[in-house]
């Protein structure tokens, strides 16, 4: 039996979340939730400030990947970004990678096998993330 690879989307984070642009980018992000077990690289190099509204935004789009027993990993994030979703543990849920090629790779390497981590981990650290957001400035 021959296993196809599955294609790996990337999609850029935008700069700026205000709620049309929010909701232009989960629009963008269902056209690609369409297929079996989609697997999403977030671009992250444009965000320059990590908030409530961006934390907010990562773990809906692991949502909605997830119902279609998709994943989501997070790269290119600069430092200050990847401290704040360091400390709002959200390591736990993401993998995080230093370029968009490393999580293609990374894709490549483990089609199958780590997407069910993501499902345990969610469950504790979304709402312990959440709540660590709030302490962060809006």
């Known amino acids: 039996m021959i296993v196809g690879i599955r294609p790996v989307t990337v999609l850029q984070i935008?700069?700026?979340l205000?709620?049309?642009g929010k909701a232009q980018f989960m629009n963008e992000l269902m056209a690609?939730?369409?297929g079996r077990r989609p697997r999403i690289v977030l671009d992250c190099?444009?965000?320059r400030?990590?908030?409530k509204g961006m934390i907010d935004l990562l773990l809906t789009c692991l949502e909605e990947a997830m119902k279609c027993n998709g994943d989501v990993t997070l790269c290119e994030l600069r430092p200050v970004a990847e401290a704040v979703v360091r400390y709002?543990?959200?390591q736990r849920i993401f993998e995080i990678f230093p370029t968009i090629s490393a999580a293609e790779q990374y894709y490549q390497q483990h089609s199958a096998r780590n997407l069910d981590k993501h499902s345990r981990a969610v469950a504790s650290t979304a709402?312990?993330?959440m709540g660590?957001?709030?302490l962060l400035p809006a």
């Open 132 to 134: 660590q957001a709030e």
């Open 49 to 51: 400030r990590m908030d």
């Open 88 to 90: 709002a543990g959200l």
């Open 14 to 16: 935008p700069t700026h």
């Open 18 to 20: 205000a709620p049309q």
């Open 32 to 34: 690609h939730l369409n």
């Open 127 to 129: 709402g312990l993330a």
């Open 45 to 47: 190099s444009k965000i």
